[in-house]
């Protein structure tokens, strides 16, 4: 059960029982505003002691319980800094020594480690991939676009990982947003290259079928050259309930309706779900655009294979969800049963 613990100004949110800690909203600090000729030296320090080194001493003092329980230590994750710009840079430094992020070069923040094992990587704005360690090297869910290759490259570089670490590229369907990057990236890492068998053929094609969307504007979309991709094939297919090899735990769950091969996959180590388009995460929660399903009536019953009982929520489209967010991710679905 969820327990709010309030101190100093600190909002914990966790489980008292266990210790376990799934927030830290830290809302202590203060400004000094006027001209720098005018702040006292001593006045400067307070500030700095307090927004910096308080702040330094809550992450170490929380960190433990969050790592020890799911490892979210980020500000989606754990630890969240509601911050202006002024103490950001400091924040920002403690996340560089105390959590494992990247820098997401396209918007110059921190990127959080979803769970143990499981990088999300903001592709765009809107769009995500994301990065997981397996036993075998390392697995990529989802590509998107041509462009996204050298942020894809250079996030694995910058995480001290060699791009042939790169053993394995899992699509969860075959949008043009997921996939167009698929075959670069494969060219540079030598990746296998896995879908499900109902969105095969799509690949091959290099473009959503006639009959693979239920609505004439999103037919005719797709006869523009600019929702095409390089057609290419699949390495492997994947089927709903496998567990696909060497990927440190991830099971395919077949989420039919978006597309008919469309997948969601689940990190059963840290019960991390990634559901693709299967739910998008715009500013509320919903199903993908009924325009670009290819069966829309079916997005409700293919959304709800996908497990509820998760620590965190990956999106193809929209942040992921950790923490308390996760309880409006079942509600959602929920609702929907
Ligand atoms: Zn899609
Ligand atoms: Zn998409």
């Known amino acids: 059960m969820a327990t709010k613990l309030v ?9 008292a029982e266990t210790g376990r800690v799934d927030v830290l909203v830290n809302n202590v600090g203060h400004g000094t505003y ?22 330094a001493r809550l992450t170490q003092l ?28 400091p924040t920002h430094r403690l996340h560089r020594t105390a959590l494992v992020t990247h820098p997401a070069p396209h918007r110059g923040e921190p990127v959080p480690l979803l769970a143990p094992g499981v990088i999300h990587i903001a592709i765009s704005k809107t769009n995500n991939a994301y990065l997981i360690e397996g036993d075998d090297g390392l697995t990529l869910v989802d590509v998107g676009s041509g462009k996204a290759v050298d942020l894809l490259l250079r996030t694995m570089t910058e995480l001290g990982r060699d791009p042939a670490d790169l053993n394995r590229i899992v699509l969860t369907h075959a949008h043009p947003d997921h996939v167009r990057g698929a075959p670069a990236l494969r060219e540079h890492t030598g990746a296998r290259v896995l879908i499900h068998a109902a969105d095969a053929a799509w ?8 009959d693979g969307r239920s609505s004439p ?5 797709d006869q523009l050259p600019a929702a095409h991709w390089t057609p290419f094939k ?16 991830l099971r395919v769950i077949h989420t039919p309706g ?9 990190h059963e180590p840290t019960r991390t779900v990634l559901v693709g388009d299967a739910v998008f995460h715009a500013r509320l929660l919903g199903y993908g655009p009924a325009t670009f ?10 959304a709800a294979r996908i497990p509820t009982d998760v620590t965190a929520v990956g999106f193809g489209h929209g942040a992921p969800l950790t923490g308390p967010g996760v309880d409006a991710f079942q509600a959602f679905l929920a609702k929907q049963r």
């Open 7 to 15: 101190a100093l100004g600190c909002i914990v949110y966790g489980a």
């Open 34 to 55: 006027g001209a720098v000729e005018d702040v006292p030296m001593d006045e400067a320090r307070r500030r700095r002691e307090v927004n910096v080194f308080g702040a």
């Open 62 to 89: 929380v960190l433990p319980h969050c790592v020890a329980d799911r490892g979210r230590s980020s500000p989606a994750g754990c630890t969240a800094w509601p911050s202006t710009r002024g103490p950001h840079a």
């Open 203 to 210: 690949l091959s094609d290099g473009r959503v079928p006639s």
């Open 217 to 221: 504007a999103a037919r005719w979309f």
């Open 234 to 249: 699949a390495d492997a297919t994947v089927e709903d309930g496998e567990l696909i090899a060497g990927s440190g735990g």
């Open 258 to 266: 978006h597309s008919p091969g469309h997948i969601a996959l689940l």
């Open 293 to 302: 399903a290819a069966e829309p009536a079916a997005r409700a019953s293919g």
